[in-house]
């Protein structure tokens, strides 16, 4: 029973290139939440999806963030022209319903690191 | 509005007992615990829902007062492999419709 996965788990840009982090929630999971953490920090929120909506992205940057979640494959955030303080750990979490009042699974993180 | 935990660190020995609390500004809806180990994905501890809601996972449990919204994280007789990073996330706190605010975490280390 696979849990969420992210992939890459490493992923090293230099300034002004384009990140793509992917995510594939629990199966039958159809709710999906993007979070950064930065060293020292707990995770900040940034998006919220369902299957293809985005329901809150009020924690996401305006610029150069945005993320998506198609009828098929997996979540997709999406970094355009990455500068260093764009560097953190990115984590996905899944939920089958609501992730207001029921566990969020999170996975094993995407590790950014822009030079 | 990020959540304050205290404190910030904690350094036991096998065995002793430990709190962490986790205190809002805002009314909250819901605590959530993780905990998290370096370099891993946070685990899910537990969910508290209700104002005065208990809960307990073998020696780990918690406390939801609403009035004072704040929460506090119990744990008992604590192992070694209790050791990592405690965050509690709240909703209502600024979050998204149903993405958590985190605090900054409480680390804590258990010695043998």
């Known amino acids: 029973n696979a849990g969420v996965m992210q992939n890459p788990r490493h992923l090293v840009r230099r300034r002004g290139q384009e990140a793509r982090l992917r995510c594939s929630p629990v199966k039958g999971h159809s709710h999906v939440y993007w979070y950064r953490q930065l060293p020292e920090e707990g995770l900040k929120f940034m998006v919220y999806?369902?299957?293809?909506?985005?329901?809150?992205e009020s924690g996401m940057p305006k610029e150069r963030f945005s993320a998506e979640f198609p009828k098929e494959g997996p979540s997709i955030l999406r970094i355009q022209q990455v500068v260093r303080g764009d560097s953190a750990a990115y984590f996905c979490a899944s939920s089958p319903l609501s992730g207001a009042y029921n566990e969020q699974f999170f996975g094993p993180g995407t590790r950014l690191t822009v030079l | 509005q990020q959540p304050v935990q205290s404190p910030q660190a904690v350094i036991l020995r096998e065995g002793e007992d430990a709190v962490i609390n986790c205190s809002s500004s805002k009314a909250l809806y819901s605590v959530h615990w993780y905990r998290q180990k370096h370099g891993e994905a946070p685990v899910f501890l537990m969910i508290l829902l209700k104002g005065g809601e208990q809960k307990g996972h073998e020696k780990i449990s918690a406390s939801f007062n609403e009035k004072k919204q704040q929460s506090s994280l119990y744990l008992t007789a604590s192992q070694l492999s209790y050791s990592g990073t405690y965050f509690c996330g709240t909703l209502g706190g600024g979050g998204g419709a149903d993405g958590l605010t985190f605090g900054k975490g409480t680390h804590l280390i258990i010695q043998p």
């Open positions: 999806l369902q299957k293809e909506n985005i329901i809150d």
